[in-house]
């Protein structure tokens, strides 16, 4: 019983990064988590090719692979070498068996967020055809406002479907990510839209601490903190997507912890409040 209540249930190797990707493999295998979304960092230390080959042995489904994007620059060389180094991420998706590839977006102070937007726009258009040609799909995640200065100029749901709309391209979506997203008054109208454009590409949860102490790295274990997550899964499910659910969560404190154990937290605290 309880393996089906967690057959939607997958793991971002970053949440317990402490873990090696076997380790992490095995502790996901141990906890019954049916899926894993892989970290490029995770790859590193056997390589592309060995880690692919332990993930295909692995009995998890591969979700995604994180992270592309990081589009915008002051040159256009720099725009190059940003597409260059996406399609080299596409090559190691393809080479993993990952179907997606999160794309954050970037953002680089000095330059007006609404030309960022149209470089990230293009630099899309320019990778998405590679993607197409080897199977992967990009999936473009709007992070929180509190990021706009230097990590993502993409910043609501509705500025990502607006992407998605005008680049018209099948491979090109959106992650849907809980903690960038909750505050968001247009939430359920935009995570409609996003399905009836078929584009919601993956699904990410964990929770908003309050008060948040890092920025980048503290973020809640769900039912640690005010996001409705129950609410916003319905209005996700509404929309049309069935795909697997993504416990994203980097925490400083959490990383401290015993991780196996750790892992059974996360399992408890999907099924409860998820
Ligand atoms: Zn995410």
Request: hydrophobic content about 45%; proline content about 4%.
């Amino acid at each position: 019983m309880e393996a089906a209540s967690l057959s939607k249930l997958c793991v971002h190797t970053i949440t317990t990064k402490p873990l090696s990707l076997p380790e992490a493999i095995e502790a996901y295998r141990e906890t019954n988590v049916a899926g894993i979304t892989v970290w490029r960092d995770a790859l590193v230390p056997l390589g592309v090719k060995e880690s692919a080959k332990r993930l295909a042995d692995s009995g998890l489904k591969i979700v995604s692979l994180c992270r592309g994007g990081f589009f915008p620059a002051t040159t256009a060389e720099g725009r190059q070498a940003a597409i260059d180094e996406n399609k080299r991420i596409v090559d190691e998706a393809a080479a993993v068996g990952a179907p997606l590839i999160v794309l954050v977006c970037g953002a680089v102070p000095g330059i007006p967020l609404a030309e960022q937007r149209k470089q990230i726009n293009d630099a899309i258009a320019a990778v998405a055809p590679y993607a197409q040609e080897r199977g992967v799909k990009l999936g473009i995640e709007p992070l929180h406002p509190m990021y706009a200065g230097d990590r993502s100029a993409v910043n609501t749901l509705g500025q990502a479907n607006d992407m998605v709309e005008q680049l018209r391209l099948a491979n090109v979506g959106v992650a849907v990510d809980v903690y960038h997203l909750w505050w968001d008054e247009r939430l359920e109208a935009e995570i409609a839209r996003c399905g009836r454009n078929k584009a919601i590409f993956a699904y990410h949860v964990c929770d908003w601490r309050s008060p948040t102490r890092d920025m980048l790295n503290d973020r809640g274990l769900m039912g640690d903190g005010c996001i409705p997550l129950r609410q916003i899964r319905s209005w996700v499910e509404a929309a049309g997507f069935d795909g697997m659910i993504e416990v994203e969560i980097f925490s400083t404190e959490q990383w401290a912890t015993e991780q196996r154990e750790y892992l059974k937290r996360i399992r408890d605290a999907y099924l409860k409040h998820v």
